[in-house]
């Protein structure tokens, strides 16, 4: 019997995503789990993998189409299969950025972009790393690509460098405008905002107007984590060495299952504590943030999550996150050790009730017995939601969390 494959639901505050790319055709053989399409919402882009397996029947909606959350995109069944598709959305609508509707009014200059015959674009692209919308945007407005600087990581060209070169504008990380603006060129820049970052600061301009934060720091000694976690990295391969933040992740978890009410949200005058922990991490991303999910994180092991939370944050920052690795957090942490931070603190991530902030670890002078020592230390904040709970609970949460960092040995039985 077919199957109808609708637009997901990304976040409680996605309400539509764009089709950028078919990736099966009408026709083409297809799996549970095989990635159907690419679409693109505020945060990535993401690919849609199938719900059924068969052949795919028909598209409901063309590439480029605006598409609300829970609409039908296309159907899946047996091959020769009759079916009576579902109509497409009537409020769907084909995407025509603004960027893009300049570029073809008037060109950009040559020194940005190089037009080039469809076929040498093509072969040329094939060995240049791109975002595979950054790829498809060059191939319909017809950019060489070996013509844009990229932005992403290691040079990769993503979807934001090929719109600076249509509008005529220099990547904002290009290494001629950075010699440039070195030596000459000290005038204002104007850069747009991305959608990623047009949507972090709707709702975090939401969670700070409407959320009562309140925040409690507790600082951690670190020697025995320290000393474990070169332990066990000492038998493990380099691609699958523990951080210090997994550690962190699971003893967060293992705390939250004492204090239900931090893994919580508000919603009128009911609190909902979630069944499920399933810890956010904050990932760094071209353009701002992004929160990957590690679900059941209290039951997984430290090799399971270092494992998950590698490979979300790779697809993250590539652009090419699954739906399940950015969607079901009920609390969210934030580590900034890596930059040499002393203290911060985060604004807690809607609907959910708190978030955690991570310093660095530090060896720092510390006094032990009366004596001046050198030790590892590292301040943690939690930002929570007055409405749902008190200073003296999280406090006690920090505390609890102190004997999870403080004695890691109780995270591995």
Do not use: C
């Amino acid at each position: 019997m077919a199957e109808t494959i609708s637009m997901p639901k990304l976040g409680f505050d996605m309400a539509e995503g764009t089709l950028v790319r078919w990736v099966k055709q009408v026709g083409d053989n297809i799996n549970k789990g095989d990635v159907l399409a690419e679409i693109e919402t505020d945060k990535a882009t993401v690919e849609v993998e199938s719900s059924a397996s068969g052949v795919v029947l028909q598209h409901i909606v063309e590439q480029g189409t605006v598409v609300p959350v829970n609409a039908p995109i296309a159907v899946v069944g047996a091959a020769g299969e009759k079916v009576d598709a579902p109509v497409a959305d009537s409020g769907t609508k084909k995407e025509e950025p603004k960027e893009e509707k300049k570029a073809e009014e008037k060109p950009a200059p040559p020194s940005q972009v190089t037009s080039a015959p469809a076929s040498s674009t093509s072969d040329s692209s094939s060995m240049i790393k791109a975002s595979p919308l950054a790829k498809k945007i060059a191939k319909d407005k017809n950019i060489n690509l070996a013509d844009v600087q990229g932005s992403g990581p290691n040079g990769r060209i993503v979807k934001k460098d090929v719109e600076s070169a249509l509008s005529g504008q220099p990547s904002a990380v290009s290494k001629s405008s950075v010699v440039q603006s070195q030596i000459t060129n000290y005038e204002d820049t104007v850069v747009p905002t991305t959608k990623l970052r047009q949507a972090i600061g709707r709702r975090l301009v939401e969670s700070k107007t409407t959320i009562p934060h309140f925040y409690v720091t507790h600082e951690y000694k670190m020697d025995a984590l320290m000393d474990m976690r070169k332990q066990i990295n000492a038998y493990l391969p380099d691609n699958e060495k523990v951080s210090v933040n997994d550690f962190i992740l699971k003893a967060t978890a293992l705390s939250l299952r004492q204090f239900p009410n931090l893994n919580a949200t508000i919603k009128g005058n009911e609190i909902t504590q979630f069944g499920d922990v399933n810890v956010g991490v904050a990932v760094t991303v071209p353009g701002g943030l992004m929160t990957v999910v590690v679900k059941n994180t209290d039951q997984k092991s430290l090799r399971q999550i270092s494992g998950e939370v590698k490979a979300m944050a790779g697809r993250a920052r590539e652009g090419k996150v699954k739906p399940d690795d950015v969607d079901g957090s009920t609390f969210s942490t934030s580590n900034l050790g890596m930059y040499d931070v002393e203290d911060f603190i985060a604004i807690i991530n809607p609907p959910e009730a708190a978030i955690l902030a991570i310093s660095s670890a530090r060896e720092v002078p510390v006094v032990e017995d009366g004596q001046i020592k050198a030790g590892w230390r590292m301040k943690a904040t939690i930002s929570v939601d007055h409405r749902v709970s008190d200073g003296a609970e999280a406090a006690q949460f920090m505390q609890k969390l102190a004997e999870f960092l403080e004695n890691p040995v109780r995270m591995l039985v």
